[in-house]
């Protein structure tokens, strides 16, 4: 479930207005600008923005980067864009990280829908005048490089079936290759990249019910290079995506100086899916309630419009 | 430009009528199933599926398949298909082949616009339960599953926008590696696999500048194994997939013993694209016309059939 608390009625011009008062003259009223935009949804957003753009002609995005600043102003930016277009920007900064942050890449790449991930290649075509693949394949190598391309560029079947046999079969090529390091990396590859979710699923239980541990637990101590990092990263968003949620969130707060692009990145993407399973997994493992810790990490406008979008009210 | 003379005006369900006629009781009228089918556009041969189906409560594909043979049979089949479904078809049938067909694969992902093979991935879901890319890595392996598995998941950017900078710094990778034959081939394949066609196209064109020769004229006296193959098929079709087919139908008709597959695949797919262009570069090349070979070379409802997406008349 999301956290996001959106009203069913809202009146697109009335919310531009306020954001107009909000920005307009000396000074910014930021919480006027949480208030309203930490609380509507994707399709209310954009229809705000073109609502404002139709009465004030100019861009809400461009004022309100000119308006705001630091991760408060990140979050907002990435907030308001349109999801296909956000995780294009999400995926083209990663691709661009000095820090090689190629694990946002595959996330995006696993977690999301065949049909989502589609319309993310294509925003990033309008966007950027190349394909995700073309620099995701420019910025890599080796086998880091098939697999990351392989990723960007799957459109799994997204069917329920099921086949044991092949799961089975997979899960012991995949056991091997874990336990040697050299078994078929290829074959990995090609398992990762084409099989449907639900094939992988019972793949990875397979495994389980055969090794006693999950392989994602098994790569955990092993992952030591790029390319065992990102599979461990495909096979957790896969098997898990909210569990996986839950560890970025953890790690991103646990830092000392918080890792505000994992937190931003999180809250943003999942405020309006299932942020609130997210919580919920968060306080089974942290015995502490994920706002609480937002609260005390974080400060000013950023942490106000976290919580919001986090449902806690402002 | 299309062979195919399709009416502005036509009843689906008089057509359906027609091809009711035409098959119901003993026998069949073949050249009034031709006369109808062989003169109908992509939407107008849905609209007629459609009206047989409400009509007669039956499948007008499952009822010509009962009537027809041989390879009059196949083409029709092929032909009345929604053409991203037809093009599943054709791949499935290429990755199942005992023959592995695999060129006819690296022919629809090279080929095919962008959103065209998007659909053709989504059809290929429907009718196999499986992904595209997921059956052709299942039938390949190394270089060759590498680059099949990167055109067919390939969402190109399609503006019109080149690098020439680019354009020669890649032109010189692809020729060390076809120079060396060991050059660095996980970067020809990343070419290959994720630049916009026309920025390939300049890549190509830089080629020809810089050594006197294509590429592909290059590849041909070299490709000796799958891969190389499937890059020499790849090159051509991106290059110029006229002069592509064009050699395709030359091969096909050149045989002893007629390419069936190859010749109908090729009529089937260009007719209503620019399979007026490709029989000029045949007439070119060939000094004979397409239509006077294929009348000497194939016979029956088959010829009468090929001949009027021919536009030929019957």
Chains 1, 2 share one sequence.
């Not at 003259?25 to 930490?38: K, N, P, Q, R």
């Not at 999301?112 to 950027?128: K, M, S, T």
Request: with cysteine; proline share 2%.
């Amino acid at each position: 479930m999301a956290t996001l608390i959106a009203p069913m009625n809202h009146s697109p011009k009335e919310d531009a207005d306020v954001l107009w008062k909000a920005v307009k003259g000396w000074g910014t009223d930021e919480s006027a600008i949480i208030a309203i935009m930490g609380q509507r949804n994707a399709v209310q957003r954009q229809q705000i923005r073109q609502a404002y753009q139709d009465i004030y002609q100019e861009d809400l995005i461009k004022r309100l980067e000119s308006e705001l600043s630091g991760n408060f102003e990140k979050a907002m930016y990435r907030w308001i864009l349109d999801p296909a277009d956000r995780y294009a920007v999400l995926a083209n900064v990663a691709i661009k990280s000095i820090n090689k942050d190629y694990h946002v890449i595959v996330e995006i790449a696993s977690v999301l829908q065949p049909q989502e991930l589609l319309a993310v290649r294509h925003a990033y075509h309008n966007r950027y005048k190349n394909s995700l693949e073309e620099d995701v394949a420019a910025h890599t190598s080796g086998y880091h490089r098939q697999l990351l391309v392989g990723l960007v560029s799957s459109f799994r079947y997204d069917g329920v079936e099921i086949n044991p046999i092949l799961a089975k079969h997979e899960a012991d090529i995949l056991h091997e290759a874990v336990k040697n390091k050299k078994g078929n990396i290829e074959e990995v590859i090609r398992i990762l990249i084409t099989r449907s979710k639900t094939q992988l699923k019972a793949t990875f239980n397979r495994y389980r019910d055969d090794h006693g541990f999950s392989i994602s637990k098994k790569l955990l101590n092993e992952a030591s290079d790029d390319f065992l990092k990102a599979v461990h990263v495909a096979i957790r968003c896969i098997d898990d995506h909210k569990k996986y949620y839950e560890k970025v969130l953890r790690g991103a707060l646990k830092r000392i100086g918080t890792d505000e692009d994992g937190l931003t990145r999180v809250v943003i993407t999942r405020a309006e899916k299932d942020l609130k399973d997210i919580k919920e997994l968060y306080y089974k493992r942290n015995s502490v309630h994920l706002e609480d810790t937002v609260a005390k990490e974080i400060s000013g406008d950023y942490k106000k419009f976290l919580l919001t979008l986090l449902g806690k009210g402002h």
